[in-house]
């Protein structure tokens, strides 16, 4: 048996890195980037107008107020998009929307709100009231993203402002890192179908789904081989048919029974076994190993064993496969609501409700533990991890909180 | 100019529940379940093993102990999802795996950790050498889930967990609450398209690309209506394409510019405005209506105040369109790490980066916070809120922030 930590560690160790593809920019939200972006321009290209106004010149608005008007002849409209034609001089000034370039001669921006129109001049004309100062209103070319600025850099994993940067950079496709592929199989004497009538003795492949869907809220693609009977060449057979993925993922027919053959038949085919046994709860049974590039978990057949060892190992996993940069927390501290005996030597993962309240978390269990219980693990928005040696928790004590959504 | 407050509540006010759909279990992660889930089975079915071992009666093992080894006769072999054909009488025990069925006069199982094969006996037999309470390592028929039990409920975010139960209820397919379809006209002269060359004073697309994924991000489907020019008869036209969609949303056109065409459109094709300009910061300029059950958001054309009013108007948007249970917390506390100042009367959202560190949350600005630069939105992971009365907040104090991720 091996400790928690041990195991996370010989787990990484074998990842590699996997190879790039390119997407359009509106399937590469959650992606992660495998290209230094540079900026190839400045954003926003030109000084342009923060407000809908009148472009001016700020020295013609000195002591400007309500009591005491400045009044400028409007010499041009120009729309966002639109260049003026004109330039600005003394007393002068061209009517400017937001986002449009800022005339010649000009050097801020006047709210339309600080205007007003005056009636029955030849020229038209407006009053200001307010003082301005030089480069009021104003957008400067550059002040979002420099030319030549490293703006995102590969290993990032792409969100919605990201893609918005993109966008404005003329970058339709980019270069992300493969989406990895993540087989399942279930194993298993007395699993039947999800669609089957259960005979005596028999269960519905529940892993099948949990895993299925783990694997797709990863950003992963699943392929699911199936249902195998405890026999070693209907095993052999149908993990062979996961070869063209990253990752194999099996349940269930790793513990100590006499059936339990799937650690047989891993080795058989070639695994490299690294370990067998880790010293936590739930998901002790677990054989990790590889052939080759490929990974193999072989996952403990119990429902929430199986979505635990897959949340605390296969996670870690492919945030190194896909090389992304690990700047999320994961873990927080939270306030335990209950007393918690455990067993010693060994870690534990609790399925618990976490809820923000008075400036803190609060975690309490969310059912009983059975690795059995799916229930529980339904309710639960949170794990609550103790550590090996210490065997009794106080309620009130603070313990580490990962959030499972 | 109207409150944040009260523009949610006018917003919400408008929104009416969508139908419901059939989906696989395969893609219902995430989805909003549409009705009750009763178990219409106990699950665990039957008591079972929860341990590799032997099914004994646990009077036979009274007092047993590595000093004092009780020796039992093994008479059948089951593997999980078998049934034993003899029962169990004094001093006899069934070799079981996990997972099968208890049979008839066992009342617990030792694990095979805890026994010995006796070599050279005529029939088959164990020493024993721990004792055992009555129910030991046995899983008890529906301890999980009671037949007839409420087991999901209607308005539930389906889990990995929910899919586990799903499939073990034998549910292949399941109602779910249909995805929200949402529509994006982006508009203004100066856009252009996210592969076209930039002409001088002109801008790519950027809000097109922040919507989309937003949509996607949020679970529902995107429609994407392109660009439309500042032209009354083409801003109408690519609207009324967005009529089959349940939300419309606009970009740019509705601040005081004169250019700014999008109010009177969408006032003219029949749209019932229930506000314009909200008191926030960004994203004041929003229009928001409805025609009939569509509702209609003109979102303010600056890249961040649009991301900002999809996140705090259109989020709580699609949770009551849905019928979701809001049982998600989205607003912690958080420690200042600068001071701000900010003007009166006005909600502000401000870009920032939070961070868990010796058992609080630490917040700081992520950059500048201009309505138009999207480098400090993309390095963001959460809102800072502040209200509208208070215009100071020392470093150091507590504020309410929002996870973007």
Redesign the interface.
Known sequence: MIKFNAALEKIIDSVEPIESESVR??G???RVLAEDIYSD?D????DNS?M?GFAVRSSDTICASSDNAKVLEVIE?I?????AKKTIDHNQAI?I?????IPKGADSVIM??YTKKIQNKPRESIEVYKELAAGENI?KKA???KKGEL??SRGTLL??????????????KIQVVRRPKIAILAT????VG???R?A???????????L???I??CGCI?K?LGIAK?IPSQLEKKIRRGFDCDIILTSGGV??????LVKDVLAKIGTKIKFWQVAMRPGKPLVFGNIGKILIFGLP???VSG?ISFEVFVRPVLLKMTGQRQD??I???AVLEEDIQKKKGMRYFLRART??QN??YLSRLSG?Q?S????P?????SLVILGESQVFFKKGS?VKVRF??
């Not at 729309?79 to 260049?83: F, L, N």
């Not at 298993?188 to 699993?191: A, I, N, Q, V």
């Not at 513990?255 to 339990?260: A, I, L, P, Q, R």
């Not at 693990?377 to 928005?381: D, P």
């Open positions: 920019l509106t590469a939200l959650g321009t954003i926003p290209g030109f923060a809908d409209d729309k966002a998009g639109d260049i009517r929307m937001t986002g449009a370039t339309v709100e957008r002040e979002d993203i703006i995102i969100n919605c402002g990201h893609i918005g940067i993109l966008a404005s950079l003329g970058r339709p298993g004497d007395e699993l999800v669609g089957q259960l005596p003795g028999k269960v519905r492949s529940s892993n099948t789904y949990t299925y869907s783990q797709v809220k699943p699911n405890d513990s100590v029974g006499e059936f339990d057949g119990n429902p979505m999320r927390q873990e927080i501290e809820r923000w400036g803190r009983p059975g059995a219980l799916l229930k693990m339904s309710l639960a928005n603070k499972l959504d």
